[in-house]
Nanobody, 127 residues
Framework: QVQLVESGGGLVQAGDSLRLSCAAS????????MGWFRQAPGKERELVAA????????YYANFVKGRFTISRDNAKNTVHLQMNSLKPEDTAVYYC????????????????????WGQGTQVTVSS
């Protein structure tokens, strides 16, 4: 399995930006589709964005469309989540996760598909 470590979280004000990073080690990073999830207190973990192995296909949850951008650098074994126009409701622990898949163009929107998880990074947005 791949090991994942998130970074880049913090405390910001509404309207600010943050860039989360996830560094992967272990098995070949490019064999995994990647996802960013988040979990707020008392709520279920939800998918925020996903990206295929090649980076050619991406998915965004409706609540972040137009504000967040997912990207990956397979040469550096990293995946990023650029978060702009942050809102207080974006406050959560953000996790990156990896899904081993045989297709360069596929990503899953199902949490159970992701078998490797990072420890999470806290994002807090004040109003």
């Amino acid at each position: 399995q791949v090991q994942l470590v998130e970074s880049g979280g913090g405390l910001v004000q509404a309207g600010d930006s943050l860039r989360l990073s996830c560094a992967a080690s272990g098995r070949t990073f490019s064999t995994y589709a990647m996802g960013w999830f988040r979990q707020a207190p008392g709520k279920e973990r939800e998918l925020v964005a996903a990206i295929s192995r090649s980076g050619g296909n991406v998915y965004y949850a409706n609540f972040v469309k137009g504000r967040f951008t997912i990207s990956r650098d397979n040469a550096k074994n990293t995946v990023h989540l650029q978060m702009n126009s942050l809102k207080p409701e974006d406050t959560a622990v953000y996790y990156c996760a990896a899904d081993s898949t045989r297709s360069d163009s596929y990503y899953s929107t199902y949490r159970v598909s992701y078998t490797s998880w990072g420890q999470g990074t806290q994002v807090t947005v004040s109003s």
